[in-house]
């Protein structure tokens, strides 16, 4: 959770100083990291033809916010070099720019001062300064450990022809793909080349599910801690969301023979439930997303909009945001004037929390919707709201309008991507600059419902 600053007399400050508040900061930095990552894009050697600019801009938006929404074909038009800087990038845009540079420092036998501490806290939701260092080593640790094992077990996994003429390279590339949420391919038909690899596709699905539980989740587990509140939260809750996404998904589709109707029972159900992981951010696919009835479209669009957890690879406002909603709107039908959760009383600002995280991305995706039919004449309302949703909550499924779209159209996107990565309780602290009221107001009532 980001924290305001404290605000603080101006005899505080040293004369001429500028401060910027974390959420600004964070801000400013993925804004710069995009504009490095598009560069290095640009630079000899890293395509075949070279990129032009907006396709440079548009794939390193993609990867720093761990989208995977492409206008390239990342597998055939990038050259070695350029994949290692878009791997680069998906790795960078995983960890998020704070964990990685408190990860790097420590690396490099340096030390964590205060407000690099504050800042690693913030982002991954913790309040002990001595737990920083401790809880950076222990995420630096555990993403090497789980992309290595994804890239050994995917290498075993796939057959020779589906690994290509460099098998380790593109294992590890889909390892860190995966476990990072990005969505990005090798193939140019996505995962749908592995299609029928069933060991693969479980491997790949492993990766994501254990990159969106969010770091936090991760470090409890291994070091087998007793489980708190928020892990049981985003265990439980992605299990019940992948299994019923899952059927739900599967049931719609069941019959189509352009998505699950040709396929045996068995390969149905894992085909199903793959969508389903890999529509909580990750955004692979082994179906064609226009290929989708419109009851698939919009389920995959709810799951796209609830997401992966707080301080994860993943996007959208969050499991735990859905559920907190989920309890204060069941605790207010009930008259209770405790939200509770497993027997626990949550704080009385954890509902305005999460009602805010809803209502802010609502707003931004209703605002980017509309941007993106102006842009883009000929589009429909409901394949602008898909491209906007998959972009704000940084899953990288593409009914076709992304292909589809100009300059201007992939300018939208972009936006959609940055804004849905800073998240928007960072967007909202960015924007709003902090008041303080000087006096009561008189209190009166408005009607609702």
């Known amino acids: 959770m980001w924290h305001r ?56 938006t993609s990867a720093m916010t761990v989208t995977g929404l492409s206008i390239i074909d990342v597998g055939q038009r990038l050259t070695p070099a350029g994949q290692a800087v878009l791997l680069v990038l998906i790795q960078l845009g995983g960890l998020g720019l704070s964990v990685f540079a408190a990860l790097t420092m420590i690396t490099l036998g340096g030390r964590l001062g205060l407000g690099q501490r504050l800042v690693v806290n913030q982002r991954l939701g913790t309040t002990s300064l001595a737990e920083a260092v401790p809880l950076v080593r222990s995420i630096g640790l555990i993403t090497l450990g789980v992309e290595l094992v994804g890239a050994a077990l995917l290498a075993v996994a796939l057959p020779g022809d589906a690994l290509g003429a460099r098998p380790l390279w593109t294992a590890l590339f889909h390892a860190v793909s995966a476990f990072n949420n990005a969505g990005f391919a090798l193939p140019s038909a996505g995962l749908a080349a592995w299609s029928g690899e069933t060991a693969a596709l479980g491997v790949v699905a492993a990766l994501i599910v254990t990159g969106g539980l969010g770091f936090p989740v991760l470090v409890a587990v291994a070091r087998r801690s007793r489980w708190s509140l928020h892990t049981r939260v985003m265990i439980w809750g992605s299990a019940a969301l992948i299994l019923g996404g ?72 969050k499991l735990s945001t859905a559920v907190v909603l989920t309890a204060a709107t069941a605790a207010y039908l009930r008259r209770d004037t405790e939200v509770t959760i497993g027997r626990r009383s949550l704080p009385p600002e954890a509902a305005s929390q999460a009602l805010s995280v809803a209502l802010i991305s609502l707003f931004a995706i209703a605002l980017l919707i509309f941007a993106l039919l102006i842009t883009t004449p000929g589009i429909s309302l409901a394949g602008a709201a898909f491209e906007i949703v998959s972009a704000y909550a940084t899953v990288g499924l593409s009914a076709g309008a992304t292909a589809a779209t100009d300059i201007s159209g992939q300018v939208v996107l972009m936006l959609a991507m940055y804004l849905g990565r800073l998240g928007p309780l960072v967007l909202g602290f960015a924007l709003v600059t902090r008041t303080s009221a000087r006096i009561g107001r008189p209190r009166a009532d408005v009607l609702m419902g």
Do not use: K, N, Y
């Not at 603080?8 to 910027?20: A, E, F, K, N």
């Not at 085909?271 to 226009?290: H, K, N, P, Q, V």
């Open 5 to 60: 600053p404290g605000g603080g007399l101006p005899s505080d400050r040293p004369s001429g100083s500028v401060r910027i508040s974390p959420p600004r900061l964070f801000a400013l930095a993925l804004a710069v990291m995009i504009l490095v990552g598009g560069l290095a894009l640009l630079a000899p050697g890293m395509a075949e033809p070279a990129l032009s600019v907006p396709e440079a801009l548009f794939t390193a």
């Open 246 to 317: 899952g059927l739900v998904l599967a049931a719609l589709e069941w019959r189509s023979p352009q998505t699950l109707g040709d396929l045996p029972s068995t390969a149905r159900m894992v085909e199903a439930l793959f969508l389903s992981i890999s529509t909580r951010t990750a955004g692979f696919s082994t179906i064609d997303m226009a290929a989708l009835t419109a009851p698939a479209l919009l389920v995959v669009m709810v799951l796209m909009f609830i997401g992966a957890g707080p301080a994860s690879t993943g996007g959208g406002i």
